[in-house]
């Protein structure tokens, strides 16, 4: 396994955020994490990232503690999510430029056009960040996520903010890096459809516990109790929000 | 520690000082703007006959090491204040960059930028008051250290404050030298204040340093008194501003404060 959480839990004084969670993704594989907002998907992607420390719980990845091999760990992933910024006077070049110096790469310059290109915002290299639309800034988002390679990806609702469009282009480049690279993605979003289409297996957190697990297709029988022949994650997700809510 | 880390971090600020009207204003504007005022004053006080030798010196000498103090303190905070305007922590500190790497990287650029104001308010003085401070810097680089020291020391901690508090306390960032400045003793001897407040002002290394130069520009020579105060007070703080930089840091980590900064 790349990743393996135990028993993580996380509580802000008497609110836990984080309740218990367990769960491993295996190399290059794409997981999805569903819930509602406040359901505990970013307070565990920041967890993963080291960015807030556990109540308790253990994080494994690369065979490695996160707790101890901070650095070395997250050297080999990245992450993005659009609702971060970048310093907003400098260049999408100056910013990116910033990030290529930290993971220390060998010709920056032309990573970062191949990434631009990728994710078709070549033109925009040298405008300031604060004159870009927040799906410009997303994209921006994802080429800094992409710099180095990363074996994982932590991914927290890439495609908010983009046109279908784009959106299409962005989830083509994640399967492609998933294909082509074995890159391992840990995706959130809120749009069922397009974890359906991207994600082998997924979770589904509520008020900060794990209420499922499985394939999209495992998921939609047991929770809806019938045979289906395709996912419907989007039912699924009304019936577990309305009836644990109830 | 590693090199290219503390180098982006320092790119990271100099392109932002190259954008950013503020940071260049910081940087030229106001240091040669109080050499000019107080440069003028002097003047005035020139045309008296009361004026005692060197006071002329003395008050422009003291405006250019303020300026360094106050600049490197305000750039070390409000440095960090960027950050967390534009939300890039999250970004920042989900890479393997460290704290202590971006500290360094942010405190070199905070040098890098203090010594152009020191270039420029010389320069000016220089230019129109002919008061020329490179003959003096063998002896001023002593106390000059000792400025940034605490500067540095004082940064930390206003940073750590920072951390915790956020943005509701940014106003420090530019003010917490001057609330400073009266026991530091930056225009006048020590011997002018009060005696409760000289208990203050010997705990200030700023005291100490502007003491020393005041000492230096009379002809009476270097003061190792006034120095090894001023280093052994900068030792006591910096431990201090560590410490409690670190213990904030894993309380901001600990409350997901790191994620929630604006």
């Known amino acids: 396994m790349l990743v393996e959480v135990e028993n993580l839990s996380k509580t802000f004084g008497e609110f836990r955020a984080v309740d218990n969670v367990s769960f491993a993704i295996e190399r290059g594989e794409i997981m999805g994490m569903l819930g509602p907002n406040g359901a505990g998907k970013t307070t565990t992607i920041?967890?993963?990232?080291?960015?807030?420390?556990?109540?308790?719980?253990?994080?494994?990845?690369?065979?490695?503690?996160?707790?101890?091999?901070?650095?070395?760990?997250?050297?080999?992933?990245?992450?993005?999510?659009?609702?971060?910024?970048?310093?907003?006077?400098?260049?999408?070049?100056?910013?990116?430029?910033?990030?290529?110096?930290?993971?220390?790469?060998?010709?920056?310059?032309?990573?970062?056009?191949?990434?631009?290109?990728?994710?078709?915002?070549?033109k925009l290299r040298d405008k300031p960040i604060a004159r870009l639309s927040s799906g410009e800034n997303t994209r921006v988002g994802l080429c800094k996520a992409f710099m180095n390679d990363p074996q994982l990806l932590l991914l927290d609702e890439p495609t908010a903010y983009l046109d279908p469009e784009i959106a299409w282009q962005v989830k083509n480049a994640l399967l492609d890096a998933q294909r082509e690279k074995g890159t391992t993605i840990l995706y959130t979003s809120h749009n069922m459809d397009e974890v359906e289409r991207m994600c082998k297996r997924i979770i589904f957190l509520h008020h900060g516990k794990v209420i499922a697990a499985g394939t999209p297709i495992e998921i939609t029988q047991a929770i809806l109790e019938e045979e289906r022949e395709e996912p419907a994650l989007e039912e699924v997700f009304l019936r577990l929000v309305k009836g644990k809510a109830a | 520690?590693?090199?290219?880390?503390?180098?982006?971090?320092?790119?990271?600020?100099?392109?932002?000082?190259?954008?950013?009207?503020?940071?260049?204003?910081?940087?030229?504007?106001?240091?040669?703007?109080?050499?000019?005022?107080?440069?003028?004053?002097?003047?005035?006080?020139?045309?008296?006959?009361?004026?005692?030798?060197?006071?002329?010196?003395?008050?422009?000498?003291?405006?250019?090491?303020?300026?360094?103090?106050?600049?490197?303190?305000?750039?070390?905070?409000?440095?960090?204040?960027?950050?967390?305007?534009?939300?890039?922590?999250?970004?920042?500190?989900?890479?393997?960059?460290?704290?202590?790497?971006?500290?360094?990287?942010?405190?070199?650029?905070?040098?890098?930028?203090?010594?152009?104001?020191?270039?420029?308010?010389?320069?000016?003085?220089?230019?129109?008051?002919?008061?020329?401070?490179?003959?003096?810097?063998?002896?001023?680089?002593?106390?000059?250290?000792?400025?940034?020291?605490?500067?540095?020391?004082?940064?930390i901690a206003i940073t750590g404050l920072i951390f915790r508090y956020t943005t509701k306390i940014q106003a420090l960032a530019w003010s917490f030298a001057g609330l400073l400045m009266p026991a530091s003793c930056v225009m006048y001897p020590m011997s002018s204040l009060p005696r409760w407040m000289r208990a203050i002002a010997w705990m200030l290394p700023t005291a100490h340093s502007f003491e020393g130069m005041r000492q230096v520009l009379a002809g009476k020579g270097f003061s190792p008194q006034h120095f090894w105060w001023g280093a052994g007070l900068n030792a006591i703080y910096f431990v201090l501003a560590i410490g409690f930089f670190g213990w904030i840091f894993e309380q901001a980590r600990t409350r997901g404060l790191l994620v929630k900064m604006d």
């Open chain 1, 46 to 122: 920041h967890m993963i990232l080291g960015l807030i420390t556990p109540s308790s719980g253990r994080i494994s990845i690369f065979g490695k503690s996160m707790a101890t091999h901070r650095g070395e760990i997250l050297a080999r992933m990245n992450f993005t999510s659009p609702y971060v910024a970048f310093p907003f006077r400098l260049t999408v070049l100056e910013n990116l430029m910033v990030f290529a110096r930290i993971y220390n790469l060998k010709k920056p310059r032309e990573r970062i056009d191949e990434l631009l290109q990728r994710f078709g915002i070549a």
């Open chain 2, 1 to 155: 520690m590693k090199i290219h880390r503390i180098n982006a971090v320092i790119v990271r600020h100099l392109y932002e000082a190259r954008r950013n009207f503020d940071r260049l204003t910081d940087l030229i504007w106001w240091p040669v703007l109080d050499i000019v005022m107080w440069g003028f004053f002097t003047i005035y006080l020139a045309h008296s006959s009361r004026l005692q030798p060197n006071v002329v010196s003395c008050l422009l000498g003291a405006v250019i090491l303020w300026g360094t103090f106050y600049g490197f303190q305000r750039d070390m905070a409000v440095g960090f204040i960027d950050e967390l305007w534009c939300r890039n922590l999250i970004n920042l500190f989900s890479t393997p960059l460290t704290l202590s790497e971006y500290m360094v990287g942010l405190i070199g650029v905070c040098l890098l930028k203090v010594m152009v104001g020191l270039c420029a308010a010389s320069a000016v003085a220089w230019a129109a008051y002919s008061f020329d401070i490179v003959p003096w810097l063998p002896m001023f680089i002593p106390y000059m250290a000792n400025l940034l020291f605490f500067a540095l020391a004082l940064g």
